[in-house]
């Protein structure tokens, strides 16, 4: 199984991110590890692993995806080879002005998830993305044609 945790932001930076991202208030995506530690990338040092709690009170939603072994494997080995990469600041800007969501130099929180998960094969086909971005609340959308959610 692969989980997921949804987090809404109380900051400007966050905020925006809800704006812009048109859709449920979550500004922010973890990968939950099996020790409960989350992967993510963030604005305040790029993908790591931060300690379960280091959202403080943020209202947070947790989302767990059904997948065997070899694909829950193939996800949590992607996300971890991207650890110590820059946080995507265009990705910010790609909310007005497009780029390549799927570039692996940098990542945004929603697009190296959706990343991994295409990657894994957890989706028969490649997303399509017209706007070319990826955001918490468009992850949330195409996540709920598989899974239930409630938000």
Known sequence: M???QFAQGSDLFAKTIEWYGGGPLYSHVDTVLPDGSLLGARVDGGVQVRPAGYLGAET????EIPAGDPMTDAYYNGVKAEIGKPYDVNGIL????GRDWRSPESWFCSELVAAKLE???YWPFPLASPSNKVTPPNLILVLS???PITV
């Not at 947070?60 to 989302?63: F, T």
């Not at 790609?94 to 002005?97: K, R, S, Y």
């Open 145 to 147: 044609a598989k899974v």
């Open 2 to 4: 692969i989980v997921l």
């Open 94 to 97: 790609g909310f007005v002005a």
């Open 60 to 63: 947070v939603l947790r989302v």
């Open 119 to 121: 990657g894994c094969g």
